[in-house]
């Protein structure tokens, strides 16, 4: 058995189950070894359930046994950020508040990933109820990054972006609402991706905020996102924000594509000052190798860019307090056992159950939301969101992609924003945007840091382009050639 199989993409994995050369149950056995050995510094996971794994692993190699494999999925180990509910394993929103919550049905996008013969493998560890941009916020550890365990993974999907880094298992979904699929994949040194807004079904992702939120793919290469992609998009009747649009063959597309000929727009507000240098020196080369590849270089404006933040974390945090305002202690949650009355049961579960960074979301979202102040921040930020929206558009109807840096840092150290909220909220300053307009964007390898820390390249498409979106990338990937690297060294 290879040593580092571990570290295979997904593609390759299925050659070797077609060709009988491993079984999905022993392959689900390495990865089960694999983070036995590794997890212990790594903390990508919360839990795991090792019996319906090979239970599942052992029903993918029947059907291949009787030619009923169903698709590049069938029997690969596929993690899952711990906000997405699947019947009968925890889910606890790395949350006090549902520390000991057992989801009753399984959501739609892993349903669907279920009828593909996928076997979970790994609850994965996020910031509490996906706030952050670190993994440091979770209530029960910190995860570190593969690359340098002294560093964050990013966050919120910290853990399923570490968990894939570090070969705990083949792929993984997260859930994006201002950068968290795509950052914690730029600091980690994997492909991430956003879908467009409704593309993928958000029943049975425990809500953040209801309008940014998105499900969306961790993995290796390209072609790995675009088969995870592929599986778990689509329209859903019990997601009123689904759209009904055609899901075409990711996979089949990257063949076709090119960046010859096409359009690669650089806005000028991307490349700002406190950019760290080796970032921008690796971006801009990833510019000059779209060039090669035949793209024209464009600059572009993205004129209200500098609004995004704010207006990201008023319509967020609003959502986050609506959203959270659920967890009150009386029925499914974390239930204080100190309360004197329903209204006392109330402020102490909700006390006891959440951290500190989602007090401090609720208290902002409700000031904001609040009848003194609703007009002059929410109702604001949501025209500003119309105008950031705007921008795109019209940047569109004259390039093909826009590409920009996906963090303005490469991964920094735990516990060196932990004390200033504003400094990790910067984190995400690239991202955000992408989020607010409803538009896909990946994060795909463009180089590494003189101290061996991975850099991502961020690539935005237009609404449901995720097919030429994903096929600019894997034409980029393919001329980079840095996707076999591996962050071996600091786990041994």
């Not at 593969?146 to 792929?171: H, K, N, Q, Y």
């Not at 993984?172 to 994997?190: E, K, M």
């Not at 390209?222 to 075409?248: F, H, R, Y």
Request: hydrophobic content about 40%; proline content about 4%.
């Amino acid at each position: 058995m290879s040593g580092n199989i571990f570290y295979k993409s997904v593609a390759e994995l299925e050659k070797m189950l077609d060709a009988g050369e491993i079984s999905s149950e022993e392959l689900t056995k390495e990865y089960i070894s694999r983070t036995r050995s590794v997890d212990g510094k790594v903390q990508a996971q919360l839990s795991n359930y090792e019996d319906s794994a090979l239970a599942a692993a052992r029903a993918s190699d029947a059907r291949r046994a009787h030619g009923e494999k169903r698709g590049a999925l069938d029997g690969i180990p596929v993690g899952l950020k711990d906000v997405l509910a699947v019947r009968g394993q925890k889910l606890t929103c790395a949350s006090k508040m549902l520390e000991n919550y057992v989801s009753p049905y399984t959501g739609t996008a892993m349903s669907k990933l279920e009828k593909a013969g996928a076997v979970f493998w790994g609850r994965l560890n996020l910031d509490e109820f996906a706030m952050g941009s670190s993994c440091e916020n979770s209530a029960f550890k910190k995860t570190r990054n593969p690359w340098d365990l002294t560093r964050a993974p990013g966050g919120s999907s910290g853990g399923s972006a570490a968990a894939v880094a570090a070969g705990e298992c083949a792929c993984a979904l997260g859930s994006d609402t201002g950068g968290s699929i795509r950052q914690p994949a730029s600091f980690c040194g994997v492909v991430g991706v956003k879908p467009t807004y409704g593309l993928v079904s958000r029943f049975g992702l425990a809500a953040f905020a209801s309008s940014l939120d998105q499900i969306g793919p961790f993995a290796r290469t390209v072609e790995d996102a675009a088969i995870l992609l592929g599986a778990i998009a689509g329209w859903d009747a019990k997601d009123s924000t689904s759209v009904k649009v055609d899901v075409p063959d990711y996979r089949a597309s990257l063949s076709e594509g090119s960046l010859k000929g096409k359009v690669v727009g650089v806005p000028k507000e991307y490349f700002i000052e406190g950019i760290d240098q080796q970032v921008r020196a690796a971006v801009e080369s990833g510019i000059d190798l779209c060039a090669k590849l035949g793209a024209e270089i464009r600059q572009i404006s993205l004129p209200h860019t500098d609004l995004a933040l704010p207006v990201y974390y008023i319509i967020a945090t609003a959502e986050a307090s609506s959203n959270l305002a659920r967890y009150d202690g009386m029925r499914y949650t974390h239930r204080s056992a100190r309360a004197t009355d329903s209204t006392d049961l109330y402020f102490k579960s909700r006390a006891e159950g959440f951290g500190e960074e989602v007090k401090r979301r609720i208290i902002l979202g409700s000031y904001v939301l609040s009848s003194g102040y609703y007009d002059a921040y929410y109702l604001r930020a949501q025209q500003v969101r119309t105008l950031i929206r705007a921008d795109f558009g019209k940047a569109f109807e004259d390039v093909d992609v826009i590409v920009t840096p996906t963090s303005p840092t490469t991964a920094f150290k735990i516990g060196e924003r932990a004390s200033d909220p504003l400094s990790m909220y910067l984190s995400d300053i690239f991202t955000i945007n992408v989020n607010l307009a409803g538009l896909p964007g990946l994060s795909v390898p463009c180089g590494f840091s003189s101290e061996g820390l991975p850099i991502g390249l961020q690539m935005i498409g237009r609404p449901f382009d995720e097919a030429n979106l994903l096929s600019y990338a894997h034409a980029f990937e393919r001329a980079a050639g840095i996707c076999d690297r591996h962050p071996e060294s600091s786990l041994l």
